[in-house]
Each structure stands twice: as structure tokens, then as C-alpha cells.
């Protein structure tokens, strides 16, 4: 059975992380289980997110799997992004090393990487599973 988004989040904006199925699902699973903390975009036109806000984490068949709130976001550029920072996205082997190779072919993917681009970093804490 799919589950239901609460009624109370039903207009929060919805989180997939990673670029395929497995990778979201098993990214999910870290947010769950408190692996995953932090996450980061690309600066874009759609305005930052504040502390506070909520979003719905989805896993890779975009089923809704918990909600997480907002507590800090900061602007960063992708060269000075801090090993904490990586350890606290929770992905790879949690290193900056790792977690710079992966951004960085992300971003590539979409033609928009630069060693010095703005990235939002975030953090959050989960507040209920699905």
C-alpha cells in the first residue's frame, strides 16, 4: 500500500534525491535513519528556502516516505564546501572526496557545473515517517 501524505503536508514541496529509482529509495531509507541530514542544490530562480520550511521526501516511484523541516540554509561555493558538510549529507563513503566526484558529475549531467558555482547548503531534521 502506498502511503498517504498527511493531510498537514499535503502543499509542501516534494524531495527525491539522487538521479535514478534505487538511488532515491535508498537515499530515503538515510533520511529515515537518521544518516541524512543535509542536502544541497544549485542556486536557481526559484528563490531560497527558509528555515522552517517542510518538505516531503519521496523515494524513486516518487511515493511520499517521511517529512523533514528546514533548520539552517546557507550559500556556499561548491570549491568550499567543508568535509562536515559532506559527512552530514550521509551519501558514498560520507567523505568530501566522495561526495565532491559525485556533485560534480550530477552537476555535469546538466551542464551547469563550475568549481566556484553557488550552492545552497541545507539542513534538516526529520519530523515523521510515513
Not at 568549481?115 to 539542513?123: D, E, G
Request: overall charge negative.
Amino acid at each position: 500500500m502506498i502511503p498517504q501524505i498527511p493531510q498537514k503536508y499535503r502543499a509542501a514541496e516534494r524531495w527525491s534525491f539522487g538521479d535514478n529509482e534505487a538511488q532515491a529509495d535508498e537515499v530515503a531509507k538515510r533520511v529515515i535513519d537518521g544518516i541524512k541530514t543535509a542536502t544541497c542544490a544549485n542556486l536557481d530562480d526559484e528563490g531560497e528556502p527558509e528555515p522552517g520550511e517542510i518538505f516531503v521526501i519521496v523515494d524513486g516511484r516518487n511515493n511520499p516516505v517521511c517529512a523533514v523541516k528546514l533548520t539552517e540554509v546557507k550559500q556556499v561555493p561548491f570549491d568550499l564546501v567543508t568535509e562536515q558538510h559532506a559527512w552530514e549529507e550521509g551519501e558514498g563513503d560520507r567523505t568530501l572526496a566522495s561526495w565532491r566526484t559525485e556533485h560534480q558529475r550530477f552537476f555535469e549531467e546538466y551542464e551547469m557545473f563550475s568549481p566556484n558555482m553557488p550552492l545552497l547548503l541545507m539542513k534538516f531534521v526529520l519530523i515523521e515517517t510515513f
